[in-house]
């Protein structure tokens, strides 16, 4: 991609012959201003690019518009650390499903350290694991939390509905509970 300035130099300032003593002088610019340009060590600035468009009666936002593009070109910089909005909005969303899951199950849990973790809510779910320690989980899961909630935390996850079925069956059993009719209406296909 062309800098600005050879552009410039190309169309206007090789074919009229003119000096960079005679831009300096013209645009009232410094020599080293006009001299890092020519070596592209700098770019245009909006006064740099207003004075050479006033001079070659053009429009400043066209110089200015080939600098951002030789210089979007030329960067090589990576952003790769930058997390997309729409991904960290949806990380959060995640965040807040599971907290809000688990402020439920672990409201009746006294000791601090016995509290689950989003952690262990992600590996219930996407485990479909029944192992002891997660039982109380379980339990509160379908006695207190709202179908509704656990079915966004589901789809947040993209967490299969035979893990659901898996863990539901397992809490009608373990339990000797009632039916829940929103899970049994979900789950009748599986």
């Known amino acids: 991609m062309l800098a600005p300035i ?3 130099k190309e ?7 003119i000096t960079q003593d005679m831009l300096c002088k013209s645009l009232k610019l410094g020599k080293k201003t006009v001299s890092e340009l020519y070596q592209h060590k700098r770019g245009f600035t909006i006064h740099t690019a207003k004075k050479f468009a006033k001079f070659f009666g053009l429009k400043p936002e066209f110089i200015l518009k080939k600098q951002i593009e030789y210089d ?4 090589e910089n990576e952003y790769d650390f930058i997390l997309p909005y729409s991904e960290l909005s949806l990380e959060m969303e995640k965040q807040n499903s599971a907290k809000w899951i688990l402020s439920f199950i672990n409201n009746s849990i006294s000791e601090k350290d016995m509290h689950y973790t989003t952690d262990d809510l992600y590996q219930i779910f996407t485990k479909a694991s029944l192992e002891k320690k997660y039982h109380y989980a379980i339990l509160t899961l379908f006695k207190e939390v709202s179908y509704e909630d656990v079915i966004k935390y589901m789809q947040l996850y993209e967490i299969p509905k035979k893990n659901l079925k898996k863990l539901y069956d397992f809490y009608l059993k373990q339990f000797n509970t ?4 929103q899970y049994e209406w979900l789950l009748k296909e599986l």
Request: neutral net charge; charged residues 35%.
């Open 178 to 181: 009632r039916e829940i009719a």
């Open 72 to 75: 979007l070109a030329h960067d």
């Open 11 to 17: 169309k206007y300032i090789i074919p009229n012959k």
């Open 6 to 8: 050879d552009f410039i």
